[in-house]
């Protein structure tokens, strides 16, 4: 079955970097479509960046310039490289498959305090 884990969240003070990991199986990851997204507590969740198969690459506005996405299909895992990180990443993190359904790891908290 389709597993997505996450990895590499936690505490980190402002204008620092966490970079997170998702380790995919189930399903052909070279062929697919994968994203991060961010859920900020009392928020609704939101598009953080994706990265196609192709390695057509889409960031946020908010996060453009201090995110990176990539992806190793030797790993089968994606990453989120984050940068200048500010209270306002705080957040948990989940990497997705677009598979149709769309599939979802466990989440991983990031947290910038004020």
């Known amino acids: 079955q389709v597993q997505l884990m996450e990895s590499g969240g936690g505490l980190v003070q402002p204008g620092g970097s966490l970079r997170l990991s998702c380790a995919a199986s189930?399903?052909?990851?070279?062929?697919?479509?994968m994203a991060w997204y961010c859920q900020a507590p009392g928020k609704e969740g939101e598009l953080v960046a994706s990265i196609t198969s192709s390695g057509i690459i889409y960031h946020t506005n908010s996060v453009k310039g201090r995110f990176t996405i990539s992806r190793d299909n030797a790993r089968n895992s994606v990453y989120l490289q984050m940068d200048s990180l500010g209270p306002e990443d705080t957040a948990v993190y989940y990497c997705?498959?677009?598979?149709?359904?769309?599939?979802w790891g466990q989440g991983t908290q990031v947290t910038v305090p004020s």
């Open positions: 189930g399903f052909i990851f070279s062929k697919s479509t």
């Open positions: 997705s498959a677009r598979l149709f359904p769309q599939y």
